[in-house]
């Protein structure tokens, strides 16, 4: 891995296991962080800014339990080797713990990484010390090296963009421009001109020819935030710079390179946005290379007292309110029990707004508004598809697989909606002919012929009911009461010969008849099982006949109950 310099950052290691504190300073010398060697007697605080302390064993001695609450009242992050003759407990202060014989190199990852989300912490005001953000935090120095297109995703309010200048800080690019865009707030046409400039006269009120956000973020990294509401145009152009680093400004022909490096962020589930056909699939598939999943406040509580201490201290002295003595054991509770709808924005303004109702004195939890102590703002501001289940509890996802399941249903219901059309254009056209009749081809195909089919309820003693042209079947015309069973007549056109007709009636199966009160989901039922009869109830090659999904299908034999009347019964 190539040397990185981190001129003036030092890190502290012990004499107690001297082979191994060389081992340790060559490494710690090599990743390009300087390294002081002191022994029990000396002071970390003495050091020039100090950013690890590594102990190399002792770790029980009163020496060794000194210098950790030392480092830990710096903010340092303290890693102890633990040896054989360690009896004693670890001292309060040290974060990370290796067994005896330790890996040099293991030590020096792992400080390195330590040290970044240390440095992480201070320059973006990201606070959090949950297993949930150390592995956000992980996640940020892991990623931050390498130029690779970023995707955050989190509700609201859980500092998405504080991720995203996270990332810029600690990557190649930190010593040039990061610019953060909020595409929601800009309308398409102002979208587009901002994000890749304009040439003059490309439009109504274009009087000059202006750089857009990509060509002034050229060496640097661009920031998207709520890509979920970028339109399709502007997407078709985003893909464009994703995949080649350059695009053409509004109105312009010439082709523009630049080197930038995307990160974007969304509150919405991309994947369902394309699924519902809102967002580009091969976007999101060039956006969803590395991810970054912030978790939500509620899901995070431990980390609320941290919070709330550093947005007082920061709210305190952007207002010039002087020293502020903290918050009490009862508001702090109320804080803890809060569901945190807006996540970590909402608790940083309501911080801010005790401070400055407050002043000089402990917040009590009678200075919390009323809706956040009763809890009225979580159950209207909840989050949608959060909501706990019925019956209370922090079961927050306890709706999200019903939620699911009711999407899916309705993105089939989608897919499925041409077919559906069809079925019932098909069946308008064919209804003004009297009817339907299926005929299988030899090839496995089906063609629907246009057949009068009615019963013999309709046309006894009717002469004028039989269409003029058209011959009478074999038998003649029936007479029939109507309490007898309907009986079929079929009516073949004028210009079948009569050999043609009798041999189709001998080779083609019973026709489908339509009886008075019969739906239109009564139709197609008959329809569907004549079909089903005739291939065996191979549901494929029925399928393939209907001209329908085997999906669709699937769920139509459910709908009208026909799987009992298949062969296998039920379970087929």
């Known amino acids: 891995m190539a040397r990185t310099s981190r001129t003036g950052e030092t890190v502290l290691v012990t004499t107690h296991n001297l082979p191994l504190a060389g081992e340790l300073r060559e490494g710690f010398r090599h990743a390009g962080y300087r390294v002081d060697l002191f022994t029990s007697g000396e002071d970390p605080a003495g050091s020039e800014d100090p950013v690890l302390l590594v102990l190399t064993g002792g770790v029980g001695t009163e020496a060794a339990v000194r210098q950790t609450g030392e480092a830990a009242a710096l903010g340092l992050p303290v890693f102890a080797v633990i040896g054989r003759d360690d009896s004693g407990p670890v001292p309060p202060g040290v974060t990370t713990t290796f067994p005896a014989p330790a ?59 504080l ?109 369902q946005l394309v699924l519902t056909g809102d967002f580009r699939k091969d976007l999101y598939y060039r956006l969803n290379i590395l991810t970054i999943a912030l978790p939500p406040l509620r899901d995070r509580r431990d980390d609320i007292p941290r919070l709330v201490d550093a947005f007082v201290r920061e709210a305190a002295e952007r207002h010039d309110r002087g020293p502020f003595r903290g918050i009490s054991a009862d508001a702090m509770e109320i804080l803890l ?117 009615v019963t013999a309820e309709g046309l006894a003693g009717d002469p004028a009911a039989v269409p003029a042209g058209v011959p009478e079947p074999a038998g003649g015309r029936t007479s029939q009461s109507a309490e007898a069973p309907a009986a079929t007549v079929d009516f073949a056109a004028a210009e079948d010969s009569a050999a043609a007709e009798d041999s189709a009636a001998a080779e083609s199966p019973t026709p489908i008849a339509y009886r008075p009160g019969m739906t239109l989901d009564d139709v197609e039922r008959e329809v569907i099982r004549t079909v089903l009869d005739t291939v065996d109830w191979n549901r494929r090659q029925a399928a393939e006949l209907l001209g329908i999904g085997e999906r669709t299908l699937y769920r139509k034999v459910k709908r009208y109950g026909l799987e009992e009347e298949s062969p296998g019964g039920a379970g087929d």
Do not use: C, Y
Not at 131 to 142: F, G
Not at 187 to 210: Q, V
Not at 424 to 438: D, H, K, M, W, Y
């Open 337 to 453: 029990r809060h569901r945190w709808p807006g996540n970590v924005r909402e608790l940083r303004n309501l911080i801010e707004s005790m401070v400055v109702l407050a002043p000089g004195r402990e917040i009590r939890a009678e200075d919390i508004p009323e809706d956040v102590r009763s809890g009225e703002r979580s159950r209207a501001l909840v989050p949608a598809g959060t909501a706990p289940a019925r019956g209370g509890g922090d079961s927050v996802q306890a709706l999200r697989p019903q939620l699911e399941f009711i999407f899916r249903t309705m993105m089939e219901m989608k897919v499925d909606i041409e077919d559906l059309k069809r079925e019932f254009e098909a069946f308008q056209s064919e209804e003004q002919t009297g009817g339907v009749r299926v005929v299988p081809r030899p090839a496995g195909e089906i063609v629907q012929q246009p057949r009068t089919s």
């Open 103 to 161: 890996d040099p190199e293991e030590i020096v990852l792992v400080g390195r990484r330590a040290i970044e989300r240390r440095r992480l912490r201070r320059e973006t005001g990201i606070v959090g010390e949950t297993d949930a953000m150390v592995e956000v935090l992980e996640r940020i120095v892991q990623i931050a090296p390498v130029d690779a297109t970023v995707l955050i995703t989190g509700e609201s309010g859980t500092g998405k963009e």
């Open 163 to 271: 991720v995203a200048r996270g990332i810029h800080a600690l990557s190649r690019r930190r010593h040039r421009v990061f610019i953060p865009v909020n595409v929601a707030a800009l309308s398409e046409t102002l979208l587009e001109s901002e994000l890749f400039g304009h040439e003059k006269g490309s439009f109504t009120g274009a009087i000059d020819t202006r750089k857009g956000l990509f060509e002034l973020a050229n060496g640097g990294t661009i920031f998207l935030d709520e890509i979920g509401e970028m339109p399709p145009q502007t997407q078709t152009k985003l893909l464009r710079i994703l995949e080649q680093q350059e695009f053409h400004r509004v109105g312009g022909q010439k082709l523009i390179q630049v080197n930038v490096r995307i990160l974007a962020a969304t509150n919405q589930r991309l994947d």
